[in-house]
């Protein structure tokens, strides 16, 4: 067995929990983190694991893909779910954290660990013949990423990701607006809610369609993840677009405002509730249209933005083409991928990809069989999707019910179904994890 320490690059979400992973089963990890020696187009500090979209790891109930997929990786032990469950703040049915706890808490994890050397230098060169992690997720710094095209002879899909803005608290009129979270859930008054009447929404999305853009440049195409829109190209789609979208006001109808069309939903950034993130609002305006467009909304006249959307793109590896699903690559089995750059998208999604790289890694360096959960698992199905989806047409993917197998004997109705793709997958899991030996 080999003494020469793992490699991961990256010490975002999917880097972090799978240097973590190869740390606790007792082996040596270097963990490769690029800033603050290089800073990418999105982040803010050098803490691993920042959150630079929303700070929501979405739904956080075993009812939906989400939260099955929490459910699986707290039962295997995940430190980001550990993270986000010591830093969480009010988000009705949601996991949503305060981003800095978040992203501290396992920084210091991460530092105290004695299996693990963090290094601040970017990696320009993936060695040879070294069992190594690429988690650079979506932000690949261009030196590793051409050495990549070179290395793995593939070209590099790309789509555009956004921002959501950020408002003080301080700063919203908050006579104007109303607390309550969709159908109560929670505590019931999780989100600060700015409502719309019908002409206050028309007039809003108007102005959304008609406000300037950031361009992009001349060698780059207009490509979206379907699942994170700009809100002004939700817009474009047709006048109720938004309010059957991200301004539904489903579940927040009240007797008290009969003439409530739509709502932009705020939720909550820290702790001390200084900061409020506009829900939905991923964006590509131009800085100045973003402060005049936001601030038709109800009770943003005076909002004062302590971050702006913004836009950035993305890269991800045409995954069917290149991985196996163990994560590592068709070609070099010593090197494995994980997180957004193998083409999941989310959060908890890239951790997990994370979790399976870095108990790959150990069985890979330990010389045991490689580790591929049961389809029906949501982790399962993750892996399943990004090595066995159609190559021409390969996009990002949540997770969702529709990647698991259908249930043997049909369920009705969809609760009913949904219930037991649940009860399956974490049988599924505990009974594929206690069977195997990492």
Known sequence: MSTRPIIVVGGGLAGVEAAYQIASCGLPVQLYEMRPQRQTPAHQTDLLGELVCSNSLKADTPASGHGLLK?????????????ADASRVPAGAALAVDRTQFAQYLTTTIQHHPNITLVREEVMELLAAQITIVATGPLTSPALTAHMQSRLGSQHLYFYDALSPIVAAESIDQSKTFLASRYDVGDGDDYLNCPLDRATYERFCAALVAAECVKPHAFEREIFFEGCLPIEEMARR?????????????????????????????????????????????TRLTYAEQRRVFRMIPGLEQAEFLRLGAVHRNTFLNAPRLLLPTLQTRYEPTLLFAGQITGVEGYVESAATGLLAGLNAVA???????????PTTAHGALVRYISTANPDTFQPMNIHFGLLPPLETPTHPKKARRAAMIARALTDLQTWYSSVHV
């Open 238 to 282: 047709g006048p109720e677009t938004l309010a059957f979208g991200p301004l539904k006001p489903v579940g927040l109808r009240r007797a008290d405002r009969p003439t409530l069309h739509a709502v932009v939903q705020l939720r909550l950034e820290d702790t001390m509730r200084s900061a409020y993130n506009m829900v939905g609002f991923q």
């Open 364 to 374: 890979l360096h330990c010389g045991k069989p490689l580790l591929v959960p049961p």
């Open 71 to 83: 459910a699986e990786l707290r039962h295997l032990g995940s430190l980001i779910l550990q993270a």
